[in-house]
């Protein structure tokens, strides 16, 4: 790579305004709600009040009378069509409308298409239901109690809510590694459920052409191509004559993965009424049956020296999945990557085990910047280290630190088979305690103890693990995870490049052309990237668990390396030199020891169109393609420090500094790093103070609204102070990493272990997030409450 | 998108065509002003007047003033208004105090303090205010206009002493001397409803409390009041020990219940920690400052 110094101005990497905020800033980005068509209908689902009924009876004849009402859909409609139930990511099925019974609040029931919005909703209230409501299975602890309701009798002999056992690891030399460990801690903790709450809910237009038997989806989604070929197989509609298109998209974090049952009624509106029909959900119908994340029950049991070497760990699992398993996340790993949970550290054994149940809430469970449950497994690690310092009364960077794998150690196979690419974690942490001034944080800490203020400083080390992934193994419902890329450029040397990933808002249009411009010498002002449409771009897999750079990025430049390799041969018959004799000179091809003589990209671009005689077996024009099976997955890291002040009268906390010292390898744009880990930080805030859904025990939703459900302000935010330490992967072309998720995988530990840090002089070891102040208040009593159920 | 049901909309430009209206109108119709409380019930469909009488243009209502001993607060202000005002913060700085930490910059643009107080949610922070203030709360209607004292203004959760056909149109405050006061807050995160707030007022004669007033919100107190800790105070020299009683008394006569904000044990500990902390500050305010 060239060093950036050594570049022209808006040439590859480096800090460049985002080409997409200039219509962003305006007010004219293109969402989903933005599209109007000719003679397009609206929308709008009736939703199940209850957690667990069955359906007695659905009565549309008022709806139907309506005077703005085109169509009134019901799940016995859909069963003549074979789509009242489709398939999930994760070898189960969930309902697009139900038929037998509701197994969440907020399930779809019917599906009213309208000339407006307000017709569609007031025509809801016209649908006469009648439920013979059921006992709801909310406390995942009780699912497979004897004696609690069966959620799922549709499928057939079921008789319980259990959903999978899945483990990874050596137990019995986990188990031996426990026998000789002078140390063994354990901690139960929750990671409970929260939600992605991107700012833009999810919606979709379907646009079938009764003519041309063409239907155009325009969605909200992460993965235009997978949603397409899904559709295919689902409905088996011809895949030629499906198109879809994901504009700007306001916000992902995984809730625009999977297809939701609103998307698939948009489209039989639009086939029954022949008219385009839009969807949009409003804000409580994408906090209260969209895909949430989390919810997992933990048991972590950390063995090691008295001297503090970490020596195995052990978690056990108990996975919340809602009432329909429609975790998305490669096929063969229910429980996502969790099995990285020995995360960072040196340890001779580990082994975890997770058991999925059903319950009564809605599904989902992977999505929320987690990287397929990375976030669960290093909150989790991160905690149980820190439990052990407590445990041997030492520092817990000293301990950190300590147990850090080593830079001679990669690449790392772990205990659990992965293996880490590249890493320097030591050089990490270290480089975050300089910026937090550790040692002085510590002293203020302790002065301020012995006044009885309570002042805590919280650490986290995460190894990420994204960039899903090889084909050999992984896949996401038969498809393998590789991504292509076609590069083309243009007779007078600007490019196009075309993606299968699709921004969210990680800046997509100015990272990918700079990764084009890194490797031609192209000026990254000069390249158009082209994504979200399926008629437009290659196939691949969609831009979630920070795969982007990693996959996609990889193939932009293995393509971009094509062109400049096939830009030589070019080069060589318009210079009549031999291709040996040329020199690569960012953007031009030399003759070596007489760099006057030379063409840049443009002029062999137009050589290349032009009518200059080739060489043999050099077709025209200057384009390439590449579709990426990446060899491994990427393992980006980073070592953050959070320092807490906590009111011992009231229980607030307040976040009075955050460090975070990222490595994601080399950074193709700084500032778009530095704005995703500001925004991860925030996150991490949120999660491990204030996001919470719970349910009471009838199963109602207590999170279906921004005034239940939490999002932080800037006012709990503060002043971001970042690092960087930059290790590249050894295995993708440029070194790239990834960082999307970063910053939502490490930040909640270390807030979580700074807010206990505080509590260290009650003797409190533990509570659960999120951590408001009552919940502190209460921990300081040595009584913290369960997050996961009502407040009693 | 969340749309209300459907309803009808009429503009007053004054208070006598206002109470026209609602006579009009009937008791399905709905007085709008800022209208941050009542919209987003309507889009919830969890309200559905029939009529929405928009008021915003009663500028007759929007005054802060002093009246000879009274400070006397328009139904109309906004509350960033009140938040702002120097006149009110001079007298009594539980206002500012107590507006900063109210929802969030674009509520306190929109949102009146009249139409605050006539939600009547119980967790609402005005309230606590006015009745720590001991205000009265002065109305108008078909049939004349009533004074009433604030601990009767509001008759349980989201009721009041309101007609059909009246509007809140002032709140008066006494002036007092020798007075201090405060605001002391809980909340999840800014912008949130309160866990617990409780605001005081203190005046000291002679070195003894003459007059206290202590208002909480969000415990289910009767009538956002403390009446019993502000009972405790009369009389007595200011010491922590009179403090610590009366914020006792006050988180003993509340009746905070269990949500998601927190469970009962802890809403009613941080009714004695912000009685205390609100007490002390206002009591340090009610001694003459030193030049």
Redesign the interface.
């Known amino acids: 790579m060239t060093d950036v110094k050594d570049k022209p101005d808006g040439v590859g990497f480096g800090r460049v305004t985002r080409k997409e905020d200039a219509r962003f800033v305006r007010g004219k980005g293109n969402y989903v709600d933005d599209i109007v068509l000719p003679g397009m209908l609206y929308g709008a689902v009736l939703r199940s009040p209850y957690a667990h009924a069955k359906i007695i009876s659905i009565d549309t004849s008022e709806a139907e009378k309506h005077p703005k009402v085109k169509a009134v859909i019901t799940g016995a409609l859909l069963e003549t069509l074979n789509l009242a139930w489709i398939p999930s990511l994760s070898h189960d099925v969930i309902a697009v409308l139900a038929t037998d019974k509701v197994r969440y609040q907020g399930q779809e029931v019917a599906f009213v298409v309208a000339e407006d919005?307000?017709s569609a909703?007031?025509a809801l209230?016209l649908i006469e239901v009648d439920y013979e409501v059921l006992p709801a299975v909310v406390d995942a602890k009780r699912a497979l109690e004897p004696d609690a309701a069966i959620i799922r009798d549709d499928i057939e002999n079921k008789k319980d809510n259990y959903i999978f056992d899945w483990g990874s690891g050596d137990e019995q030399a986990t188990e031996a590694v426990f026998k000789k460990a002078d140390v063994i801690v354990e901690q139960d903790m929750l990671y409970p459920r929260v939600h992605p709450a991107p700012m833009e809910t999810c919606g979709s237009v379907a646009d079938m052409d009764p003519i041309s038997g063409k239907l155009t989806i325009y969605c909200t989604t992460q993965a235009p191509h997978a949603h397409r070929t899904l559709y295919a197989l689902v409905a088996g509609l011809p895949e030629h004559k499906l198109r879809v298109y994901s504009p700007d998209i306001g916000g992902g974090f995984g809730n625009k993965v999977g297809i939701y049952p609103g998307y698939v009624l948009s489209v039989v509106g639009s086939i029954v009424t022949k008219r385009p029909v839009k969807w949009?959900e409003?804000?409580?119908e994408n906090l209260m049956s969209t895909s949430f994340a989390r919810d997992y029950h933990m048991k972590g049991k950390i063995a090691a020296t008295k001297e503090g070497k970490i020596l195995g760990l052990r978690v056990d699992v108990l996975a919340d999945h809602g009432a329909f398993n429609n975790t998305a996340q490669p096929t063969k790993f229910p429980a996502g990557f969790f099995h990285v949970f020995s995360g960072s550290y040196d340890m001779e054994a580990a082994y975890c085990a997770v058991k999925g149940v059903y319950t009564n809430k809605a599904p989902g469970g992977v999505a929320y910047a987690c990287s397929f449950r990375v976030t669960e497994a290093v909150y989790a690690v991160e905690r149980m280290v820190d439990r052990l310092a407590l445990e041997l009364d030492m520092d817990p960077a000293e301990l950190r630190m300590k147990n850090l794998l080593r830079p001679e150690q990669f690449p790392y196979t772990s205990p659990t088979g992965w293996e880490y690419d590249s890493g320097e974690y030591p050089r990490a942490l270290r480089l975050a305690m300089d910026i937090a001034g550790y040692e002085d944080l510590r002293k203020e800490q302790a002065e301020k103890r012995a006044n009885g203020e309570l002042m805590g400083i919280g650490l986290s080390f995460f190894t990420e693990t994204v960039g899903a992934g090889p084909k050999k193994h992984m896949d996401i419902l038969g498809l393998g995870m590789a991504d292509g890329c076609e590069v083309r450029v243009h007779p007078t040397g600007k490019a196009v490049v075309r993606l299968s990933v699709q921004t969210q808002g990680q800046g997509h249009e100015t990272t990918f052309a700079q990764i084009v411009s890194e490797v031609t010498g192209i000026p990254t002002a000069d390249i158009e990237v082209v994504h979200g449409d399926t008629d437009n771009t290659p196939f691949g897999l969609g831009t979630y668990g920070s795969r982007s750079t990693p996959v996609s990025g990889a193939a932009a430049a293995v393509a971009s390396k094509r062109i400049v390799e096939k830009a030589r041969l070019i080069a060589s018959a318009m210079l009549e030199c031999a291709p040996e004799d040329l020199e690569w000179n960012l953007g031009r091809w030399q003759v070596k020891g007489d760099p006057s003589a030379g063409k840049t990209i443009a002029e062999i671009a137009l050589a290349a169109h032009a009518s200059l005689e080739l060489p043999d077996g050099i077709e025209g024009h200057l384009d390439a393609s590449c579709v990426y099976d990446p060899p491994n997955l990427t393992f980006p890291f980073g070592a953050y420090i959070c320092v807490v002040d906590v009111d011992r009268?009231?229980?607030?906390v307040k976040v009075r500094r955050f460090i975070a010292v990222d490595d994601c390898g080399p950074r193709i744009n700084p500032m778009i790093v530095e704005g995703q880990v500001h925004g991860g930080l925030a996150d991490g805030v949120g999660m491990a103070?204030?996001e919470?859904i719970?349910f009471d025990e009838d199963g109602n939703c207590?999170?279906g609204s921004f005034?239940?459900y939490?999002l932080?302000?800037s006012?709990?935010c503060p002043s971001w102070e970042t690092g960087e330490t930059v290790t590249p992967s050894p295995h993708h072309p440029l070194g790239l990493k990834g960082v999307g998720e970063s910053a939502t995988v490490g930040s909640p530990p270390a807030v979580v272990n700074a807010v206990l840090d505080a509590l260290k002089p009650f003797g409190v070891k533990h509570a659960d997030m999120p951590l408001?102040?009552?919940q502190v208040?209460?921990a300081m009593q040595g009584r913290p409450?369960r997050t996961d159920l009502?407040?009693? | 998108?969340?749309?209300p049901?459907?309803f009808d909309y009429k503009r007053a430009s004054t208070l006598a065509e206002a109470i026209a209206l609602l006579r009009e109108c009937g008791p399905d119709s709905r007085v709008i002003a800022g209208g941050h409380s009542l919209l987003p019930m309507m889009k919830?469909?969890l309200a559905r007047p029939e009529v929405l009488i928009d008021i915003n243009h009663l500028s007759e209502l929007d005054y802060i003033k002093v009246d000879g001993n009274t400070l006397k607060i328009g139904a109309m202000v906004r509350h960033v208004t009140l938040q702002k005002s120097h006149l009110a913060a001079e007298y009594y700085p539980i206002f500012a105090e107590a507006e900063e930490q109210i929802a969030?910059p674009l509520v306190r643009n929109r949102g009146t303090v009249g139409g605050s107080l006539c939600q009547a949610d119980p967790a609402e922070d005005l309230s606590a205010v006015f009745s720590a203030l001991k205000a009265d709360i002065l109305i108008a209607g078909s049939y004349g206009t009533r004074k009433l004292p604030i601990s009767e203004f509001h008759t349980g959760p989201y009721t009041t002493a309101l007609n059909p056909d009246e509007i809140l149109t002032e709140i008066d405050v006494p002036l007092r001397s020798n007075t201090g006061s405060a605001y002391e807050k809980?909340e999840?995160?800014?912008?949130?409803?309160a866990?617990a707030a409780v605001g005081t007022m203190v005046r000291v004669d002679d070195g003894l409390i003459s007059e206290a007033g202590i208002g909480l919100t969000a415990v289910r107190a009767d009538h956002f009041r403390a009446k019993e800790a502000e009972d405790s105070l009369l009389g007595r020299s200011p010491s922590t020990e009179a403090i610590a009683e009366a914020a006792s008394l006050a988180a003993r006569h509340c009746n905070p219940f269990?949500?998601?904000?927190?469970?009962e044990d802890?809403?009613r500990?941080?009714v004695e920690?912000?009685a205390k902390?609100a007490l002390s500050r206002a009591l340090n305010r009610s001694l003459p400052e030193v030049h």
């Open positions: 919005r307000y909703r007031d209230e949009v409003d804000r409580s009268g009231t229980g607030k103070l204030m919470s719970a207590l999170g005034m239940d939490l932080p302000t006012l709990e408001t102040p009552a208040w209460r409450m009502a407040i009693k | 998108m969340q749309v049901a459907p919830l469909r969030d809980v999840r995160r800014v912008g949130d409803w866990i269990a949500d998601q904000r927190g469970p802890y809403k500990h941080l920690e912000l902390r």
